[in-house]
């Protein structure tokens, strides 16, 4: 069961007025929350704060964490393993679109329990699909994760469907874009690549973990454009997201994949820095 607390620490209670819930006028970022800590908080602050900076929302780092500091310690949650879901909106104002900006904004922390993924899914890889809904292009808030996710809901939805995993989301152009809940990296002849995220997507932070840990072993990422064809000429898929670290994929459609030497390295590179769902 979840629970929410607001701005003040106490448990929510929304206006229905609130600009998030009439326009989704706000972002959010999902955290595993591992040992009562939570994991790569300074990645997701970083791009919380980019994103309140982006739609004119005022608040400030100290308030973040200290709002989701009074949600882990006052919540019945086990903390030990779960997950928090900070939640920053407008403030409810008069009726209509436009508001002023900055504005200030809204706290929201909501702790969920959390189940750990079973270890064949890091072992034997998941199967995916590749998804008929295409993520609308040239967005002003392209790479954040703001409240409007109506794109992945539909997306998802197919995935559910059709009983897999995840699915892989293209743009109007064809252009390999991401998962519904993860980023996607591809291995072609150890030449290690993932989509350009300028035009639409998400920016997550186990995908900027995996490229930062890459790079410090002198090995560079390609952050490019990429189309269906890249996929089905790559010799190994993997996908990344907060809450499981790096998983394989050994099918997507037809497509199909071994798990290689360059996904258990990055398996490996994770479980070392402490993302323990990577660890064999």
Not at 15 to 31: K, M, S, V
Not at 139 to 163: D, H, M, Y
Request: some cysteine; overall charge negative; charged content about 25%.
């Amino acid at each position: 069961m979840s629970e929410w607390f607001d701005t003040k620490g106490k448990a929510l209670s929304l206006d229905p007025a609130n600009r998030g819930f009439q326009y989704g006028d706000g972002l959010f970022e999902t955290i595993a929350i591992r040992g009562g800590k939570p994991r790569l908080w300074q990645s997701h602050l970083e791009r919380l704060v980019k994103g309140c900076e982006r739609l004119g929302l005022e608040t400030t780092p100290d308030s973040l964490e200290c709002v989701l500091d009074s949600a882990l310690s006052g919540c019945e949650q086990d903390t030990s393993y779960c997950i928090a879901k900070i939640i920053v909106t407008a403030a409810s104002g008069v009726r209509g679109y436009g508001r002023s900006a900055p504005s200030p904004g809204e706290i929201y922390v909501g702790v969920f329990p959390a189940t750990p993924r079973d270890k064949n899914v890091y072992r034997d890889g998941v199967d995916t699909m590749l998804c008929e809904t295409r993520l609308a292009t040239g967005s002003p808030v392209a790479g954040l994760k703001t409240i409007n996710r109506i794109e992945q809901v539909l997306a998802s939805s197919e995935c559910r469907a059709a009983g897999l995993f995840e699915g892989f989301t293209r743009d109007a152009d064809d252009r390999l874009i991401c998962g519904t809940i993860s980023n996607v990296f591809i291995v072609t002849n150890n030449r290690i690549r993932t989509p350009s995220l300028d035009r639409c997507g998400v920016e997550g932070t186990m995908r900027r973990l995996v490229i930062d840990l890459l790079n410090d072993q002198g090995t560079g990422v390609e952050v490019c454009d990429l189309a269906e064809d890249d996929l089905a000429a790559a010799d190994e898929v993997f996908i990344t997201n907060s809450q499981m670290g790096a998983v394989p994929v050994r099918r997507c459609g037809d497509y199909e994949w071994d798990i290689g030497s360059t996904t258990h390295r990055v398996l490996g590179l994770l479980a070392d820095f402490g993302i323990e769902e990577c660890r064999a």
